[in-house]
């Protein structure tokens, strides 16, 4: 089965062809991320002029793409409109959040109007839970259930309990700002340009780590021997604000900065997914969200629970953490739940979306 996934939760613009839930037989992505960049966050309403700028021909040439690669393949082919048509069994898209209501509505209205004209099933997404299935778009062995989830994202930073397909539990979250968010904002104090996940985790790079009886330490790590499964980050960031006001940051201070900052996210984020394992026993760990991304979040994590007995560890290949369509198909390959086209909206909120769209416990 072919789904043609349209994700536009953010500012990204994306359309993907996916068989069977798992071969990506197209992925086209249009970002407005240097946009924003000239502003250090993201312009709701500038996001979503440029969603609207970029749908159709991003969905264009994700199916065109598609044709290409798949066995339908024959160049007269591309650009037939029938034969594009045909080739797409049914269309999944971005209808629960986290994301921004603008931006969203494009994605949202336009696959419900190709629904219409092309006659086609709709599955409606929540994007939350759709990053998870990056980790089903791997040439790997496919995760196994039950797992437990570290999702960590620009726009959320939970764990969930997965006991099936589309069946989440959520165990815990951050209290105020998400990983992402987390790395945007020091990035911005440190002057560094958006997305700061990126920025930070490259000047980091540079510097050159302690050895491991002087870790680094500048940065506290709010909540992480609470008795939860939860996070804090806002006091991190107002730490970092205030150490630059005493220590304004240089040339050469840039790099331990950005590797204090890196620590001080990835350590409370492995130190309650240890905690997690630990209690449920899962057969698998997965992780997800555009922040799994990031290199020494993958190690530390690798590390932190290479002795858990029978755990399988799965993480997405780097291109697939951030948003794109790929996991969106691949999430209503695996949870097929059609619904007519005109009861399907946008709710930015995912807890309130997923439990509207009927896939959250509790
Ligand atoms: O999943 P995503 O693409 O969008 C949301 O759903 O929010 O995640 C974007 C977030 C941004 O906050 C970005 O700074 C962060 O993921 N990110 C990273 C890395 N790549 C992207 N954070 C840390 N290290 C990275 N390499
Ligand atoms: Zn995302």
């Not at 065109?64 to 798949?70: I, R, T």
């Not at 007269?76 to 898209?93: E, N, T």
């Not at 996940?197 to 510097?207: D, L, M, N, Q, V």
């Not at 695996?334 to 930015?348: D, H, K, Q």
Request: hydrophobic share 40%; charged share 20%; with cysteine.
């Amino acid at each position: 089965m072919n789904i043609l996934g349209i994700e536009t939760s953010c500012d990204e613009t994306a359309a993907a062809v996916v068989k069977d839930g798992t071969k990506i037989l197209s992925n086209v992505i249009a970002s407005s991320s240097e946009m924003h960049a000239k502003t250090g966050g993201i312009m709701p309403e500038q996001a979503a002029r440029a969603q609207i700028q970029s749908i159709i021909p991003v969905i264009e040439k994700a199916i065109a793409d598609s044709l290409q690669s798949s066995a339908f393949s024959n160049k007269k082919a591309v650009g037939q409109r029938q034969l594009a048509v045909d080739h797409v069994d049914a269309i999944a898209v971005t209808a629960g959040g986290p994301g921004l209501i603008g931006s969203m509505l494009v994605g949202v209205e336009t696959a419900k109007t190709l629904s219409y004209l092309w006659k086609k099933p709709i599955v409606p997404v929540v994007h939350l839970f759709a990053h998870v299935y990056a980790n089903w778009l791997t040439e790997n062995s496919k995760p196994k259930f039950p797992a437990i989830v570290l999702t960590v994202s620009g726009g959320h930073s939970d764990i969930l309990l997965m006991s099936k397909h589309g069946k989440f539990e959520w165990i815990g979250g951050t209290r105020d700002d998400a990983a992402g968010e987390t790395f945007d904002k020091c990035a911005r104090l440190l002057g560094l340009p958006y997305p700061g996940g990126p920025s930070i985790a490259k000047e980091a790079a540079r510097f050159q780590l302690p050895s491991s009886s002087s870790p680094l330490k500048l940065f506290p790590r709010p909540m992480i021997d609470s008795d939860n499964f939860d996070f804090s980050f806002s006091g991190l960031k107002t730490s970092v604000l205030n150490r630059l006001t005493d220590n304004p940051v240089n040339k050469s201070s840039l790099p331990k900065y950005a590797a204090e900052i890196q620590e001080a996210i990835v350590d409370s984020l492995v130190a309650k997914s240890v905690r997690a394992i630990e209690k449920y026993k899962p057969i698998s760990f997965l992780l997800a969200g555009g922040v799994a991304a990031n290199n020494r979040l993958r190690e530390k994590l690798r590390t932190a629970i290479q002795n858990q007995k029978d755990l399988e560890f799965h993480v997405p290949p780097i291109p697939l953490c951030t948003d794109n369509a790929t996991f969106i198909a691949s999430y209503a390959f695996f949870n097929y739940t059609p619904m007519l086209w005109n009861s399907i909206r946008a709710i930015t909120d995912p807890f309130e979306a997923a439990v509207f769209y009927g896939n959250i416990k509790g």
